[in-house]
């Protein structure tokens, strides 16, 4: 919204921009364009560039990207295994898969890996992925107790059921 509708030449005005973070994580940017009656520049883009902090990990100082087995250290268990303790099926996927595995552009949402076999399932599961494709830039922990992570054969297994037979 401009504070002026008229400007006279070589006068100054101001333009707020309000830009919708939802959802959104790191740098993004967003174009904003003003149409005027100049006769050589009727319309100028000016490009708004912030980064969007992230409120629930920015004081614990963890580097997501290079390292999603951390999600099994002390300070984050709280969070991210703690809650899934003691739980099986869908209840073990909304404490301890959702925060990462909801419908949206992230990974796969739970609807949408039930299409999977299950021995790609319990491993990736278990032993996590670096990179399934090649394009993601983040990865999935590993689950399984020997690698690190929280769940036991037979809570995997709960959960490789229920995604596939929800
Ligand atoms: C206070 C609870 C809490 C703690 C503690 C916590 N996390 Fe998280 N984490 C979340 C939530 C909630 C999400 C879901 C995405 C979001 O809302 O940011 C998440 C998402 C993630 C993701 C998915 C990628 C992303 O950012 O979207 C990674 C990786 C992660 N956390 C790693 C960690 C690590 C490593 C630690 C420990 C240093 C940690 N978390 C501690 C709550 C927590
Ligand atoms: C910290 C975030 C995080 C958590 C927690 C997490 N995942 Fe993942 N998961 C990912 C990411 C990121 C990928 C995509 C990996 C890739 O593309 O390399 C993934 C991939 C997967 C896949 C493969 C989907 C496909 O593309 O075919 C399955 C299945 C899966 N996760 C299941 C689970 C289950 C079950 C849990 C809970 C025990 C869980 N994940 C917890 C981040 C997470």
């Known amino acids: 919204m401009a504070s002026l509708s008229h400007l006279k030449p070589g006068e100054r005005g101001r333009i707020q921009v309000t830009v919708d973070v939802a959802g959104k994580r790191g740098p993004i940017s967003k174009a ?3 149409y005027s009656n100049d006769a050589k520049q009727p319309v100028v883009t000016l490009t708004v560039a912030m980064q969007v902090k992230d409120a629930v990990h920015q004081n614990l100082g963890y580097q997501k990207i290079s390292s999603p087995a951390r999600i099994f250290d002390a300070k984050c268990r ?4 703690d809650q899934g303790r003691g739980k099986l099926g ?3 996927f909304r404490a301890d898969c959702l925060m990462c595995h909801s419908a949206g552009s992230g990974p796969l949402s739970m609807t949408q890996m039930k299409r999977r076999p299950a021995s790609f399932l ?3 599961i278990r032993e996590g992925s670096d990179d399934l494709d090649g394009a993601s830039q983040q990865a999935m922990p590993g689950f399984a107790w020997n690698n690190g992570g929280s769940l036991t054969d037979a809570e995997i297994e709960s959960l490789v059921s229920s995604i596939r037979n929800p």
């Open 32 to 34: 904003v364009q003003v």
């Open 78 to 81: 709280s969070c991210h295994a």
């Open 90 to 92: 869908f209840d073990l």
């Open 122 to 124: 319990r491993r990736i």
